[in-house]
């Protein structure tokens, strides 16, 4: 079974700096997708960025980037010039390539980023 | 303006009762999910479904159902038999391939009194 582990439960950056957040999860497919979703306190879930596991470039979208380790089967996601509005819980996020029966999306725990100004 | 609707935002029950969560997206979304969220426990998930007329159990299923009628609508009632009930519940919908984005309605709180 897939499993997806955040082990920082909460996480804390000055406004304008970069911090990383981590994910690490288990599979045994050799193609899947990653996410990293994002929960403000509205609690509205926001996709923030993919990352297609066959693809070796690392996926970037504007202040969010990852840092994709297959082998290592890490999945961190650095977010640079960090703003109030970044303060909210992320999700890592895993699903497998084909749409089955049992294909479902895994969560992990979450962690809650806090942004100092 | 399409999306993923559920409702109600807020609901209460009396220990003993069964409520039904609505959720309800006009995405044209084959698989739909139901999940709870706890502090502290993440998102975990109660039930799932590809297609209408199917769907599986996931890893939190004791004391929920859900039927799938419909492919818009897919509703999940907490029964009596659920424990502890009280929490946060989250509709998502995607497409049958989950390489794409999964989009999420803004939750129930459900509070058991």
């Known amino acids: 079974a897939q499993t997806v582990t955040q082990s920082q439960p909460e996480m804390s950056v000055q406004e304008a700096e970069t911090v990383t957040l981590s994910c690490t999860y288990d599979t045994s497919e050799s193609d899947y997708y990653l996410f990293w979703y994002k929960q403000p306190p509205s609690r509205q879930m926001i996709l923030v960025i993919r990352q297609e596991a066959y693809k070796q470039q690392n996926a970037t979208e504007n202040r969010f980037s990852v840092n994709f380790q297959k082998a290592a089967k890490s999945f961190s996601l650095k977010i640079s010039d960090s703003q109030l509005g970044d303060a909210a819980m992320y999700f890592c996020?895993?699903?497998?390539?084909?749409?089955?029966?049992?294909?479902?999306?895994?969560f992990g725990k979450g962690i809650t980023l806090s942004v100092r100004p | 303006d399409g999306g993923i609707t559920q409702s109600p935002k807020y609901l209460f029950r009396k220990e003993g009762q069964n409520v039904t969560l609505s959720c309800e997206q006009n995405?044209?979304?084959?698989?739909m999910y139901w999940y709870r969220q706890d502090p502290g426990q993440g998102l975990r998930l109660i039930y799932y479904?590809?297609?209408?007329?199917?769907?599986q159990k996931g890893d939190i299923a004791e004391g929920y159902s859900v039927s799938r009628e419909k492919k818009e609508s897919f509703p999940l009632t907490v029964t009596s038999a659920q424990k502890n009930p009280t929490a946060f519940y989250l509709c998502?919908?995607?497409?049958?391939?989950?390489?794409?984005?999964?989009?999420f309605g803004q939750g129930t709180r459900l509070t058991v009194v």
């Open positions: 996020a895993y699903t497998p390539p084909w749409a089955g029966a049992n294909s479902k999306l895994t």
């Open positions: 995405l044209n979304h084959d698989a």
């Open positions: 479904s590809q297609i209408v007329n199917d769907f």
């Open positions: 998502a919908s995607s497409r049958r391939a989950l390489n794409t984005e999964a989009f």
